[in-house]
């Protein structure tokens, strides 16, 4: 039961372009949201976040994008750079209980800037 | 600030043996959750701590195991390793609960 998804496996764009990245999840408990880069090797590093009572956040060349309704949420980078180039995990949580703690993540997509 | 480290960054362990991974949060950080990553299942929750107590869990045997110290470090122990045990683990400490911040995470190889 995969409660976060992330369809696109990899995704290239060309250096200055936007990056569109995007997450589906099915859990409607689920009000907090997150994006987070990874290099091989390393831990995730923290992007971006954004509450559900909000429906954008923004910060520098990202921004998030929410669609409750819809249950997905997007990821845009503009404009891209090469050193954008890593994989990209969408994750979730829900308020208390027995979500202490637990971002639920996607499987993630590998971007790829060209320069 | 410092960020969120782990030790050791690589462990070799035997089938059967046991394993300690720790973990020292950002300063100030009181919750701490740890994580396993795996080409095949992805992102795992495996438990939270904050406060020295375990507030949540996941969906993993009882050889996965931690605890959180006064000064909120922590430490996960795997015992009778198995080959499917092979994995990077990863720590993450948190204020609010929400946002996490990672480590680079230990690399354990089961052999």
């Known amino acids: 039961d995969q409660q976060v998804k992330q369809n696109s496996p990899s995704l290239s764009v060309q250096e200055g372009r936007i990056s569109i990245l995007n997450c589906d999840y099915t859990?409607?408990?689920?009000?907090?949201f997150l994006w987070y880069k990874k290099y091989p090797a390393e831990g995730p590093t923290f992007l971006i976040s954004i509450s559900s009572i909000k429906d954008k956040n923004e910060d520098g060349r990202f921004t998030v994008f929410l669609n409750k309704s819809a249950k997905h949420l997007s990821l845009h980078i503009v404009p891209s750079q090469p050193g954008d180039s890593a994989v990209y995990f969408c994750a979730a949580s829900a308020v208390g209980g027995t979500s202490y703690g637990k971002l639920t993540f996607g499987q993630g997509t590998i971007l790829t800037v060209h320069p | 600030k410092a960020g969120v480290t782990q030790t050791p960054r690589y462990l070799i362990k035997t089938r059967g043996q046991q394993v300690t991974l720790s973990c020292s949060p950002i300063s100030g950080h009181r919750s701490v959750s740890w994580y396993q990553q795996t080409p095949g299942q992805g992102l795992q929750f495996l438990f939270e701590y904050f406060s020295e107590t375990q507030r949540n869990k996941g969906n993993f045997p009882g050889r996965f195991s931690g605890r959180q110290f006064s000064n909120s470090r922590s430490e996960m122990n795997v015992s009778t390793l198995e080959l499917g045990d092979s994995a990077l683990y990863l720590c993450a400490s948190s204020f609010s609960g929400y946002e996490q911040y990672f480590g680079p995470g230990t690399r354990l190889t089961v052999t």
């Open positions: 859990n409607s408990m689920f009000d907090y």
